[in-house]
């Protein structure tokens, strides 16, 4: 929405589904090794980039997103510590559908 100086506003509705996920995985996490292996392959050839799909499911509220066309934004950086951090991974959606359930598990008798 925008509000212009006499105090009147304009709303403005865009047609895009495009969307960013970020992924925070323990330092020690395997999928990392995964993930950078990914990036590194991806990032070689732009004939390559972006062309992952990531869905994410929680079966217990009946949630169902999907990400389409979803390119590395940057890979996750790497730092020693005395304490073990977190590497995040984000992800440029193109194309991001979503479908929230009720909330309440679906019990099957």
């Known amino acids: 929405?925008?509000?212009?100086?006499d105090g009147s506003g304009m709303h403005s509705l865009h047609a895009s589904k495009a969307g960013r996920c970020t992924v925070r995985l323990l330092k020690t996490s395997?999928?990392?090794?995964?993930l950078r292996q990914m990036y590194d392959f991806q990032t070689n050839n732009s004939s390559l980039h972006g062309r992952n799909v990531i869905t994410f499911q929680d079966a217990q509220r009946g949630d169902d997103i999907t990400a389409t066309e979803a390119a590395f934004q940057k890979g996750a950086g790497i730092?020693?510590?005395?304490?073990?951090?977190?590497?995040?991974w984000t992800f440029n959606i193109v194309?991001?559908?979503?479908?929230?359930?009720?909330?309440?598990p679906d019990v099957n008798i």
């Open 30 to 34: 395997p999928l990392n090794a995964g």
């Open 1 to 5: 929405m925008t509000i212009g100086a």
């Open 95 to 104: 194309t991001l559908e979503m479908v929230l359930g009720t909330g309440i």
């Open 79 to 88: 730092t020693y510590a005395k304490d073990g951090g977190m590497n995040e």
